[in-house]
């Protein structure tokens, strides 16, 4: 395997492979990610992907990263339907704005695999498979884990919650949120969601969004954020003001959020692995590739976790 960085508008990483295939016989696939440097996950995600490529001869794979930014994203998938790769994944930076782009892959032919984050439904009908979890059920799960606490503690028909969510028009948000706000007065109809508003996936912003939260009301007794980043950014900011006793529920469990489940100050999340999510956005890709029949929506499990249970998982690497 020769790793080799190309130095062009969209700041390539290309992975070319090989093996004991012919060069002609081997499958290049393109990925442009969301916003490689905003998080841990998008971090460890990258890095599993480009090892899962290096460990398959038959593969050259095209590695790009939008930094967050939607046009830098349309032009690189417009790059990659020049280059006619055979396959291009894509982690939208926006689930709106990218479906002309994907709509213009399909029509040259090439298949195109949405991962991590689904893309808005007018989309679909120009989308091979998506891969990835399934993020509704993501914060169903964890109106769930907060409710269960509430009723552990005996404040189910009292207690009020805060929602940081994550970037706006992020489709990975938008459904984090739906499965929440449609669960909780399911399981805990008592339960007043106060208020909600984004934390961008940032740990830094969803504190001083905390904070705010903090000086507006002086009852609160439950947080829920769209990942955990965002959730210790929270939690960080309740320290600092000495309020006690709230309840901290995340998304997508991170190492700081099961480090403070273990401290005892964050009570759970969901379990995510981004290694796991990589390897299977490229597995799709291939199988796409090689004819196979797939569902539209390819989901990996993201079971609950807890401090009750965190002892049956990892620390998460990210």
């Given at each position: 395997m020769n790793i080799r960085k190309t130095l062009v508008a969209t700041t390539a990483l290309t992975l070319t492979a090989f093996g004991g295939a012919a060069l002609a016989e081997t499958k290049t696939i393109g990925i442009t990610q969301n916003n490689v440097g905003v998080d841990s996950y998008q971090t460890t995600y990258e890095k599993a992907f480009i090892a899962a490529a290096e460990a398959n001869s038959d593969v050259n794979v095209v590695v790009l990263d939008a930094g967050g930014d939607v046009a830098r994203q349309i032009a690189q998938m417009e790059d990659l339907i020049q280059q006619e790769v055979d396959a291009?994944?894509?982690?939208?930076?926006?689930?709106?704005?990218?479906?002309?782009?994907?709509?213009?892959?399909?029509?040259?032919?090439?298949?195109?695999?949405?991962?991590?984050?689904?893309?808005?439904?007018?989309?679909?009908?120009?989308?091979?498979?998506?891969?990835?979890?399934?993020?509704?059920?993501?914060?169903?799960?964890?109106?769930?884990?907060?409710?269960?606490?509430?009723?552990?503690?005996?404040?189910?028909?009292?207690?009020?919650?805060?929602?940081?969510?994550?970037?706006?028009?992020?489709?990975?948000?938008?459904?984090?949120q739906k499965g929440f706000d449609d669960r909780l007065p399911e399981v805990c109809p008592n339960v007043t969601l106060v208020e909600t508003q984004p934390g961008d996936w940032n740990r830094e912003k969803s504190q001083k969004v905390m904070e705010a939260f903090l000086v507006k009301y002086d009852d609160i007794d439950g947080v829920y954020s769209g990942d955990d980043n965002m959730g210790v950014g929270a939690l960080n900011a309740a320290k600092a003001a000495g309020r006690e006793g709230i309840i901290f529920v995340g998304a997508t469990n991170f190492a700081v959020g099961y480090e403070a489940m273990g401290r005892g100050e964050y009570w759970g999340s969901i379990y995510q692995s981004p290694v796991d999510d990589a390897e299977a956005a490229l597995k799709t890709a291939i199988e796409t590739l090689d004819g196979k029949e797939l569902p539209f929506l390819n989901y990996f499990d993201t079971p609950k976790i807890t401090q009750d249970n965190m002892g049956d998982y990892t620390k998460p690497v990210f």
């Amino acid at each position: 395997m020769n790793i080799r960085k190309t130095l062009v508008a969209t700041t390539a990483l290309t992975l070319t492979a090989f093996g004991g295939a012919a060069l002609a016989e081997t499958k290049t696939i393109g990925i442009t990610q969301n916003n490689v440097g905003v998080d841990s996950y998008q971090t460890t995600y990258e890095k599993a992907f480009i090892a899962a490529a290096e460990a398959n001869s038959d593969v050259n794979v095209v590695v790009l990263d939008a930094g967050g930014d939607v046009a830098r994203q349309i032009a690189q998938m417009e790059d990659l339907i020049q280059q006619e790769v055979d396959a291009i994944i894509i982690w939208p930076t926006n689930g709106e704005a990218v479906i002309p782009a994907v709509r213009k892959a399909h029509k040259a032919g090439i298949p195109v695999i949405v991962t991590n984050s689904n893309i808005a439904e007018a989309g679909f009908p120009f989308v091979s498979s998506f891969s990835g979890p399934d993020n509704i059920t993501q914060g169903s799960r964890s109106a769930e884990i907060i409710c269960d606490k509430f009723k552990d503690m005996g404040i189910e028909n009292e207690a009020r919650v805060v929602q940081i969510s994550g970037q706006p028009g992020y489709t990975t948000a938008i459904e984090r949120q739906k499965g929440f706000d449609d669960r909780l007065p399911e399981v805990c109809p008592n339960v007043t969601l106060v208020e909600t508003q984004p934390g961008d996936w940032n740990r830094e912003k969803s504190q001083k969004v905390m904070e705010a939260f903090l000086v507006k009301y002086d009852d609160i007794d439950g947080v829920y954020s769209g990942d955990d980043n965002m959730g210790v950014g929270a939690l960080n900011a309740a320290k600092a003001a000495g309020r006690e006793g709230i309840i901290f529920v995340g998304a997508t469990n991170f190492a700081v959020g099961y480090e403070a489940m273990g401290r005892g100050e964050y009570w759970g999340s969901i379990y995510q692995s981004p290694v796991d999510d990589a390897e299977a956005a490229l597995k799709t890709a291939i199988e796409t590739l090689d004819g196979k029949e797939l569902p539209f929506l390819n989901y990996f499990d993201t079971p609950k976790i807890t401090q009750d249970n965190m002892g049956d998982y990892t620390k998460p690497v990210f």
